[in-house]
């Protein structure tokens, strides 16, 4: 596609359920990258794909948070009983390489009441 | 560990007048790319301009420019001639050169401009 899509656009979930975030990278891109963006703030990174491998975890808030990207393109970010705290707008960004800029997508608003 | 500061939570600028954004970044690597995004109401987060830390050369990308002082670690943004459309938050990024593998962004806070007739 033209650019990094995002689905849902909203997702509003009760407290403990468990939610599933897409993204579509741009085609020949990879590596990709979650972010996630509270009220007000920049984006922080969350963890981190070159292809199939998930090589950087790092920023992932705790082991309710889980990321694939079983085939190098699509991948998805998922939440398990998800809590209050978790209310973020989620962003997802491909780009073609190393040290090359990234591309975001429009992310995902999630709401947890 | 690399830190990004904007000191400036919101700014206000005329139309056709001219408008800095100041970024500050702290880091201990020799090798590193700085950016900024706009961040629209819309919410997609746009590629403003990047610049690379061994370039000398002030990157400038049509009415956007940027004053970068490497010994400083200072990044400021200059919008020219500014327009309704470049109302949004701007976030200063910073991302490590790396071999191997790719580098996260790591951003501030934000500036949110406001473009006023």
């Known amino acids: 596609g033209a650019g990094v899509s995002q689905s849902p656009r909203y997702k509003v979930a009760k407290r403990g359920q468990d939610v599933a975030l897409r993204c579509d990278p741009i085609?020949?891109?990879?590596?990709l990258f979650w972010y996630q963006q509270a009220l007000g703030q920049g984006p922080e990174f969350l963890t981190y794909?070159?292809?199939?491998?998930?090589?950087?975890k790092s920023g992932l808030p705790s082991d309710r948070f889980f990321a694939e990207r079983p085939e190098g393109s699509v991948s998805t970010l998922k939440i398990q009983r998800t809590q209050q705290e978790d209310s973020a707008v989620y962003l997802c960004a491909s780009s073609f390489g190393l040290n090359y800029e990234q591309y975001f997508g429009p992310g995902t608003r999630l709401t947890v009441t | 560990a690399q830190t990004v500061t904007q000191s400036q939570p919101e700014m206000s600028v005329q139309e056709a007048e001219t408008v800095t954004l100041s970024c500050t970044y702290d880091t201990s690597e020799s090798n590193y790319y700085l950016f900024w995004y706009k961040q629209p109401p819309s919410r997609q987060m746009i590629l403003v301009i990047r610049q690379e830390a061994y370039k000398q050369q002030n990157a400038t990308e049509n009415r956007f420019s940027v004053n970068f002082q490497k010994a400083a670690k200072s990044f400021s943004l200059k919008i020219s001639d500014s327009q309704l459309g470049d109302t949004a938050m701007y976030f200063c990024?910073?991302?490590?050169?790396?071999?191997?593998?790719?580098?996260?962004?790591?951003f501030g806070t934000g500036t949110r401009l406001q473009v006023t007739l």
């Open positions: 990024a910073f991302m490590k050169q790396n071999t191997g593998t790719a580098s996260k962004l790591t």
């Open positions: 794909f070159q292809n199939e491998a998930q090589l950087d």
């Open positions: 085609s020949g891109h990879v590596s």
